[in-house]
């Protein structure tokens, strides 16, 4: 019987050390490296970084001899070694670090390697006997690697090969924490004893002055964590600074805390994590972070320790934990993503199939599963796919179906771009898979990577198990057999083909959208469609021929032209008046007339021509132009248009706004192609004060960004109902801190519920208005949630004054946004009734036209007919936005800037103006009144 493979054991190292910029450097310093360990045997990952900023970061498989033959390489001081004969330098710093009982069986094992060793030192002493020398040499210390033993049963082999690979980052932040200075990430250390009582101090009082922060991603702390440490819940490293912006300002998970403890696996994470952490809380605030990582820790108190479960490792092991009888040992963390079953167990091709992010699940609930979905993705475990050959037509336009259901559960707001792209491109795929017609209904599930058989496929073709992951998953060749190569192409072309037409007919729609606005002079400047005196406070587009068109969504195939029209086109809830739409050929599909009980198939654009009338909007009166001013970003990123929004009026076209939008008349006042425009942040259309836009991509994605990720510091002024200081006095600032639900998508009504999200307001009192009966307030939003200041305020019992919806009542003379009730209708008709717009081709869709037969209240809402609700006294007046300082010559970043955004103050609190300047320095002076 023969002896069992001896074990294989395993390093993990890092140093964060100046290397070099320069690409051929780098290239040739890699290659000494992968000699090395080629020639010692060795199996695994190391990264160099192409920086002076970066360093050195890998872990390695092999025979105990080799991995001390590669550390001594690395550790032995390179003056010392002499390159001909290196075997005492390396013995002399072997003996010095291994554990003596140790030395017996380790020193003539080093001999076979000896001509590895030579060659490197030689190679090593050459590279930087360069002139210029390409960077200082360094070593790292024996006590610096981490050991462990590869116990896997069977044997196996963690690591498919070896794989060097020179990178801009050691740990990838997406360039977030590449600035972070060297001697930054040395700072806080704590040794694992330390680390522990520590851990043991937070556990005693967790929700006290120390906060305990994983710094790891979620499918590690999946399966093993330290108690109640604070999970940030990402997929990669480069959303943990994005999570610390969100969570070191007011309100946030580290907000007043005195301490914060980090972790990771290894150590390497921690020490730009805790860099970028210290640089973002006030400067009493002390962060530490373990030394070495939870393997160090484990490898000091193993069972005896606060770590429970396993510390996820980057190789094909992917979970460490203790082993034996003790009560650690058994203890599993991690639960199955379908089942909830105990299960900490990460095995190969248990991967999502919409982002490629492992998935625990357990041996019961594998069976039969076709492909996987992580807990992002769970709900689209019906309708998402890869292999879609498997599926029959009627399965796959159930998909479709499902699919378009979830996007349109997202279909509003930036935070579900990147989603309804994902999703959208799988739509496209799904039909062009049905075009392709290359279908094997009921085929057996094959591995996404290799295209095996499960039964066949062994797991080692994808991720950690893989070889040479990093240049792509490997293709089986049996895979390709069948025509299978030709039928993917086919429905790789068709989906390109696919997405092009979307793209095309994505731009023929901007195009005909501003080929309609330009030719019925719609882009006019404020001064336009403006009644005569003493009128002049309301402008009112004519009214123009339009023709809306919608095309047919997967649910709607199959189903009645009449049902969708009732379900999809504003103002169709009445079926008679559908019909006679249809039969007087105002509704088309595809631009023919249809009979009512047409069914829809895929692809058909259903229209509608229409009579269509603008809602009226206020301006302020004698006010000809709007206030507009433009203001560079610093480091020459751009320009923006600060403009000084009169309410009543929405920020860009939507629903029945057109012509009475913000974008539209300062594009046109600005002399700015149509549709150029677009706001950076939202105002609601009953609210006045600053928006800020941007007329190209670039500049308004990062505003966007500097206000959403939490640099801008927002100030607003409004008038509420009452004296504030008969509940809260008049001289300190006062915090709401309640969760803001959005009750009701539809109608935009919000309300403080513990299902909201996060909210958090500051308000600071000003004045007493006694002709008013309200009292003038700063208010400073601290996040962004749709109606947060008026629902904080309503919660409190301050209503802001005219805030109908949220129990603020009329407007009165502190808003002026309102006018006569009877005099906007007569407006509205008499404009809406009175022109020759509509004519010809329009005198037949007037008999449809609620206005035109019904009356201005027939076709407008109480708010639109600047009744109450449609201006609040809320008013935005600052945005102070820090942008990152630009990189420099010779490394280092300069000091941020901070750009200031502003407009005048609003009618109803200018007789304040001296007592808000004097507020709003002492707040600047204290660095924000937090």
Known sequence: MSS?????????????????????????????????????????????????????????SGAYAALCCYAAALGAPLAAVDPDDPLPAVTAHLSAAVDATLLPDLLPALSPHLPALRAWFSSLRAFHARDPEPFEAFEVPFGEFKWSVNTTEPRREIFPDCYIKVVKEIVGSGGLLSSVPLPATSQGYLT??????????????????????????????????????????????????????????????????????????????CEKASAYVRSKLPEDAEVFHLKGGIHRYLEEFGDRGLFEGKNFVFDSRQGVGETGESEKASVVVGRCGYCAAPWDTFTAGCVCTVCREQVLCCDACKPGRREFHCKDHFELRDCYFTDLSVFSPDELRGQKDGLELQLEKISVGKAFKSRRRTLLKQVAKIGATLE????????????????????????????????????????????REGGEKKKRKLVEKLVRKNNQATTLAKERKAAAAVEEIESKGLGAPLSSFRLPPPNSSVRIPPPIVRTLECETKGKWVGKRVTDMIRAEFYGCKDDAKNRDMIRAGVIRVNGEAVEEGRLLMQGDVTSRTVHWH????????????????????????????????????????????????????????????????????????????????????????????????????????AMVRGDWRSKFGGGEEVEVNEKVWRRDPVECFSLVDDRGKDSLSYFRFVAYDKEEGGSVLLCFPKTGRGHQLRCHLKHVGFPIVGDELYGGGKGGGAVGGEVEEEEV?????????????????????????????????AAFQGTQLLQGGAAIALHSYQYRVRFQGMAEEGGGRADDVDVLFDTPLPKFALKHEAAISDIMKQREGAGGGE
């Open 825 to 857: 209708v007569r407006l509205v008709e008499q404009v809406g009734r009175g022109g020759a717009a509509g004519e010809g081709e329009g005198g037949e869709v007037r008999k449809f036209c609620d206005l035109c037969e019904g009356g201005a209240r």
């Open 4 to 60: 069992p493979p001896p074990p294989t054991h395993v390093i993990l190292f890092y140093k964060y050390v100046p290397l070099s910029p320069s690409p051929s450097l780098m290239s040739s310093y890699r290659s000494l490296h992968l000699s090395l360990a080629s020639a010692l045997g060795l199996r695994g990952r190391l990264l160099l970084g192409q920086s002076t900023q970066e360093g050195v970061n890998g872990t390695f």
């Open 614 to 717: 603008e809602p009226p909007m206020h301006v302020p009166a004698g006010q000809a132009k709007l206030d507009v001013r433009e203001v560079a970003l610093p480091g020459g990123a751009g320009k923006v248009y600060c403009v000084n929004k009169p309410c009543t009026v929405p920020t860009h076209p939507a629903g029945q706004y057109l012509a009475n939008s913000l974008t539209l008349i300062a594009e046109a006042e600005l002399g700015l192609p149509t549709k150029s425009l677009h706001p950076t942040h939202r105002l609601d259309k009953c609210t006045s004060g600053l928006v800020v836009l941007a007329d190209d991509a670039r500049t308004r994605t990062l505003m966007q960004q500097r206000i959403e990720g939490g640099h801008a510091d927002k100030t607003y002024v």
């Open 436 to 479: 392709a017609g290359v279908l094997n209904p009921g085929a057996a599930a094959k591995c996404r990577s290799c295209g095996k058989a499960p039964e066949d496929c062994d797991g080692k073709c994808w991720g950690y198990f893989g070889p040479n992951t990093h240049a792509g998953p490997a293709v089986d060749s049996a895979a």
């Open 192 to 269: 694992p004893s330390e680390f522990h009582a520590a851990v043991a101090a937070y556990n005693a009082d967790p929700s006290g002055p120390t906060a305990l922060v994983d710094c790891r991603n979620g499918k590690e702390v999946a399966i093993g964590s330290f108690r109640q440490a604070l999970d940030p819940k990402t997929k990669t490293f480069h959303e943990f600074p994005r999570w610390v912006d969100a969570n070191a300002g007011a309100g946030g998970s580290l907000d007043g805390k005195k301490k914060v403890l980090m972790y990771c696996t290894g150590g390497i994470r």
